[in-house]
Structure formats: C-alpha cells, structure tokens
C-alpha cells in the first residue's frame, strides 16, 4: 500500500522560508521515477490546488501565485519530493500536499503552513 508523508510546515513571518518534504513508502524507486509529482495546497474554504509540479525527467511548472519564490525538487532513489519556498506571504498560509499530478495515491495528512506575523 503506497504511503505518503508530508513534514516541513510551520509558523513563519512573512518574508520568511519554509522547505517542505514527501515521502514515498510501499512502491519501488523505479516505479516512483515514472510519474510527475505535485506539491497541492489547500486553504480553509477553497479548493486544493496544485501549485508547483515535476516530472520525471526535470520538467517543472508552477502556479502563477508562487512562481520564482517556489521551488520543486525530487530524490528519486529516496522516493522523495521536496518544496523550498522563500518570500512567503500571507495568501500561502494553507495544508499542503504532494502527490502524483493526477492525484493516484490516497492523500496524506498533509503539513500545515502558516504565514502570519
């Protein structure tokens, strides 16, 4: 059974930095490496949104809201997936995600991000 774990989140003042990690238990890193993986968000009210994905060979894209201050990379023979974010802003603030872009696995508890000051 896959397994996903995201840590990382927390409380930090605008401005601030946050580095976000997945894990992927119960596959191999070979079946990892094929998919494209996403990082989501979700903010009390609203809809999850996938705001930064990676493919298996490098290809990145981003929502426009967290373009240049997101960052997604992967460890494919750890079977993980990582989201360095900077300048963060008040409109981040929500329980974030990570999956493959079509949303396979069951989704994990999620890591709570809150930006505030």
């Known amino acids: 059974q896959v397994h996903v774990v995201e840590s990382g989140g927390g409380l930090v003042q605008p401005g601030g930095s946050l580095r976000l990690s997945c894990v992927i238990s119960?596959?191999?890193?070979?079946?990892?490496?094929?998919?494209?993986m996403g990082w989501y968000r979700q903010a009390p009210g609203k809809q999850r949104e996938l705001v930064a994905s990676?493919?298996?060979?490098?290809?990145?894209n981003y929502a426009d809201s967290v373009k240049g201050r997101f960052t997604i990379s992967r460890d494919n023979a750890k079977n993980a997936l990582f989201l360095q974010m900077i300048s963060l802003e008040p409109g981040d603030t929500a329980t974030y995600f990570c999956n493959t872009v079509a949303g396979t696995w069951n989704w994990g508890q999620g890591t709570q991000v809150t930006v505030s000051s």
């Open positions: 119960g596959i191999t890193s070979d079946y990892f490496n094929i998919f494209s």
């Open positions: 990676r493919g298996s060979i490098g290809t990145t």
